[in-house]
C-alpha cells in the first residue's frame, strides 16, 4: 500500500468525498421519487398480475388474465375468444388523436416561435409571458372554456349561425374533433417554447447562405432550417405527444362519455368497471409506449449531438 | 426552379465590359427622425474580371452595397445591374451571385464536401456532374481528403477554404467577399490573402471584396472604392489612390499622411507657391485659384530631412519600426509633421530630439487638397 497523504490517494480522497457530498444533496429527491414514483409504479405492476375482486380491489391470486384481457375478450354466450375491438378502438383514438395534437401543434406553433424568435431581443420576453399565461389557469377551467366556445349554443356557433353562414348549429362538442381542438389548445405552448429555444439558437445567416445557393425558400426550410432545430421540434413533439396520449379531462369533458382515450378507459376500470387488474395493466401499457417514444428521442438527439 | 444563366454573355471584347453596377442605389433604415441612409445615391460599376475592393470603416455602407448587390436588402432607391440587366427584384436565389461570408455560415449538420455540393445541388445539377466539380473545387481550395469531415471539426482558415469552393462551386457571374479575412490571424491572413489572388486569377471571376483593412485592400485589389457615409469618395486602382486621393478622408484613411494647412499664393505658369506658417511651397497650379484655403497632404515616406533648404523644423522624437524609423518633427509655426527613413544596413543612429534640420518633400508628390 503507498503511504498514506501521496497526492494521489489525497486526490482520490477529495474525489470521494466530494461525490459523497453531491449524492446527500441528492437524496431527498431520490427519496421523495422513489415513494411518491417508483413504490406505487410497482404496486400498479403487481396489481396486473391479480385477480379483480368482486366489487374492486383486488384478489391476491397471480394471474396474467388482466394483461390478455386488454387485447382479447371472452363472448358472453359461446365463451369463445376475440379480439377486443373495443379496446383497441379506444387505442387507436388515442394515439391517432395525440399524433393529430403533434402535427397540428407543429403547424401551429412553428410559426408562432419563429415570429417570436425574430422579435427585436426586448420583446422576446413579453411574447414567451403571453405564450405562458394560460398555464395560470386550471386546465379543467380551460376545458371548460373551450366547451363554451364549440357547444350549440356557444359563441362559435351564435357567430356562424348570425352571419348566415350556416342554417343549423354544427356538432362540435362531444365529437373527436372537439378533443383535437382542447387538446391542442392546451398543449401548443409546450410545443412553441422547446420551438423557440431551437430557433433562437438558429444562426439566420445559413438561411442567407442557402437563399444565396440557389435554395427557394421552401429548400432553404427542408434543407437548412429544419435539420437545425430538430432537437427542439423533437422535445415539443415528445412534450405533446405524451401528455397527449394519457390526456383525462380535456377527452373527458369535451368528448362526452362515448369518444373516450386510454386515461378515461384506465379511470373507468378502477371505478365503475370495478376491474382494477385491467386499469393497471392498462396503466403499464400506456407507460411502456410512452417509454418507447422516449427512447426514440433519446436515441435520435443523441445522434444529433456531436454536430448540432 | 429555371436555373440561373451562368454562362457569361457572348460577345466581341471591346471596351471593359461590365459585369454588376449599382445605379445610384441607396438604402435606409428606420423612418422620420430615427432614419439611417446606409447607403446614399451610390453608383459603381464594377468591370468582368476585376477585383474590385469596396474599402471603409464600420457603417460605411460597404456591407449594405454587397448585400443589396447579393439581393439580401432590396434598395430603396436606384437599382442594381448584372451584365446590363436589372436584377433589383429578383431574390438572392435567382442571381448568379455567391457571397462568402464574414462568419463563412457554413452549414453545421453538413459535411465539407454536403457544403460545397449545395448550390450545385439546389441548381438541379446531375449527381456525377455535381460530383466532379465539388471534387474540382476541394482541389482548388487544397482541402482533398477533407470531404466527408464535418465543418466543426475545420480550423478557422480551412472553413475559409470551404465558403470559398461552397460560393466558388456554381461558377457565379461575380463572386461577392464580406471581410472573409477578418477572423484569421496575421500570418494566416497573409497566406489567404495571396490565395484568394490566385483563386480569382484562376477562375477569372468577378471579385467584389469588402474589407476595412486598408493594407489588403492596396494588396489585392485592382480597383478600389473607398467609401465613408453610404457614399463612394473615390474610385481607383491602388495606386492612384494611394497617391492621388481624392479628399482628406480618402488620404487619412490610406496610409499615413502629413496634412498640412496652407494658402494659394503666387501662380507662375503651370507652378503655385502655397504659403504656409512655416514657409512656402511650390506644387503643380492645375485648379488653383489665387487666396484659396487648401490642406496639402505629404505621406512620411515623401518627406526628406536635410540641411540646408526646406522649411525649417525641429526634431521632437522617434519611433523605431524595425524597416524603418518614423521621424516627428514639429515645423515652425507649430504644425507636426512625420518622415519615414528607412533604415540602412549600418542603422545610422536617429537625429536625438531637438535637433534643428530642414524638411522638403519629394518633388510630384505633395497632393493640394481643396478644403
Not at chain 1, 66 to 87: N, P, S
Request: include cysteine; proline fraction near 6%.
Amino acid at each position: 500500500m503507498p503511504p498514506a497523504g501521496t497526492p494521489a490517494t489525497t486526490e482520490a480522497t477529495i474525489e470521494a468525498g466530494r461525490i459523497r457530498r453531491n449524492w446527500l444533496l441528492a437524496a431527498p429527491a431520490l427519496a421523495l421519487l422513489l415513494i411518491g414514483a417508483s413504490g406505487p409504479l410497482l404496486i400498479v405492476l403487481v396489481y396486473s398480475f391479480l385477480e379483480p375482486g368482486d366489487y374492486s380491489g383486488v384478489i391476491w391470486k397471480f394471474t396474467p388474465r388482466a394483461w390478455f384481457e386488454i387485447f382479447l375478450k371472452r363472448d358472453i354466450f359461446d365463451g369463445t375468444l376475440g379480439v377486443a375491438d373495443a379496446h383497441l378502438t379506444i387505442f387507436w383514438r388515442s394515439v391517432r388523436l395525440s399524433l393529430l395534437t403533434t402535427l397540428i401543434t407543429i403547424l401551429l406553433g412553428f410559426p408562432t416561435a419563429w415570429f417570436i424568435a425574430t422579435r427585436p431581443r426586448s420583446q422576446r420576453a413579453l411574447w414567451l409571458f403571453l405564450i405562458t399565461i394560460p398555464f395560470w389557469t386550471n386546465l379543467l377551467i380551460r376545458t371548460f372554456a373551450i366547451m363554451e366556445v364549440i357547444r350549440n349554443q356557444g359563441v362559435l356557433n351564435t357567430v356562424l349561425l348570425q352571419a348566415g353562414l350556416i342554417a343549423e348549429p354544427i356538432q362540435i362538442l362531444y365529437t373527436d374533433t372537439a378533443v383535437l381542438i382542447g387538446m391542442t389548445y392546451v398543449y401548443l405552448p409546450l410545443m412553441v417554447l422547446p420551438l423557440y429555444a431551437a430557433i433562437d439558437r438558429f444562426d439566420f445567416r445559413l438561411a442567407e447562405a442557402g437563399y444565396d445557393l440557389y435554395a427557394s425558400r421552401l429548400q432553404v426550410l427542408r434543407r437548412v432550417i429544419l435539420p437545425l432545430v430538430r432537437p427542439g421540434l423533437i422535445a415539443g413533439s415528445i412534450l405533446v405527444f405524451v401528455p397527449s396520449l394519457g390526456a383525462y379531462v380535456t377527452p373527458r369533458v369535451l368528448g362526452g362519455g362515448k369518444n373516450m382515450m386510454i386515461g378515461n378507459f384506465i379511470e373507468l376500470q378502477f371505478g365503475q368497471g370495478r376491474n382494477w387488474p385491467l386499469g393497471a395493466a392498462l396503466s403499464m401499457l400506456l407507460l411502456l409506449i410512452v417509454m418507447a417514444a422516449l427512447l426514440v428521442y433519446v436515441r435520435v438527439s443523441g445522434r444529433e449531438n456531436p454536430h448540432g | 426552379m429555371v436555373p440561373p444563366s451562368l454562362q457569361p454573355a457572348a460577345g466581341p471584347s471591346e471596351t471593359p465590359r461590365i459585369a454588376v453596377e449599382a445605379r445610384n442605389a441607396s438604402k435606409a433604415f428606420g423612418q422620420g427622425d430615427a432614419l439611417t441612409r446606409a447607403l446614399d445615391d451610390v453608383s459603381v460599376a464594377i468591370r468582368k474580371g476585376e477585383f474590385f475592393t469596396l474599402l471603409g470603416p464600420s457603417g460605411c455602407g460597404k456591407t449594405t452595397l454587397l448585400r443589396l448587390i447579393a439581393g439580401f436588402d432590396t434598395p430603396t432607391g436606384g437599382s442594381i445591374l448584372l451584365n446590363g440587366r436589372d436584377i433589383t427584384a429578383d431574390p438572392p436565389n435567382r442571381r448568379p451571385v455567391n457571397t462568402v461570408f464574414q462568419s463563412y455560415a457554413l452549414f453545421p449538420h453538413l459535411t465539407v464536401l454536403q457544403n460545397i455540393r449545395f448550390g450545385l445541388d439546389m441548381l438541379g445539377r446531375k449527381r456525377a456532374e455535381a460530383d466532379a466539380r465539388a471534387a474540382e473545387m476541394l482541389a482548388l481550395v487544397r482541402l482533398e481528403g477533407f470531404a466527408s469531415r464535418r465543418t466543426a471539426q475545420l480550423s478557422g482558415g480551412q472553413q475559409q477554404r470551404v465558403a470559398l469552393a461552397r460560393a466558388l462551386a456554381p461558377e457565379p457571374e461575380v463572386l461577392l467577399l464580406d471581410e472573409p479575412l477578418s477572423a484569421l490571424d496575421l500570418k494566416l491572413r497573409k497566406e489567404m490573402q495571396r490565395e484568394l489572388k490566385r483563386l480569382q486569377r484562376e477562375t477569372g471571376i468577378t471579385f467584389v471584396f469588402v474589407t476595412h483593412d486598408q493594407e489588403e485592400a492596396l494588396t489585392m485589389s485592382d480597383r478600389i472604392g473607398v467609401m465613408q457615409g453610404g457614399r463612394i469618395l473615390q474610385i481607383g486602382p491602388p495606386r492612384e489612390i494611394y497617391n492621388q486621393p481624392a479628399n482628406r478622408f480618402v488620404a487619412d484613411f490610406i496610409g499615413e499622411t502629413n496634412f498640412l494647412d496652407g494658402e494659394v499664393g503666387a501662380i507662375a505658369g503651370d507652378t503655385a507657391t502655397i504659403e504656409l506658417a512655416a514657409g512656402s511651397v511650390t506644387v503643380r497650379s492645375a485648379g488653383l485659384d489665387r487666396g484659396q484655403k487648401v490642406t496639402l497632404a505629404i505621406r512620411p515616406e515623401q518627406v526628406r530631412i536635410g540641411e540646408a533648404e526646406g522649411l525649417p523644423a525641429v526634431v521632437t522624437g522617434n519611433v523605431y519600426f524595425g524597416t524603418d524609423t518614423h521621424c516627428h518633427l514639429e515645423l515652425s509655426g507649430g504644425a507636426g509633421v512625420v518622415a519615414r527613413l528607412q533604415s540602412a544596413a549600418d542603422d545610422a543612429t536617429p537625429l536625438g530630439e531637438g535637433t534643428a534640420v530642414r524638411v522638403s518633400f519629394t518633388p510630384g508628390s505633395v497632393q493640394v487638397l481643396a478644403d
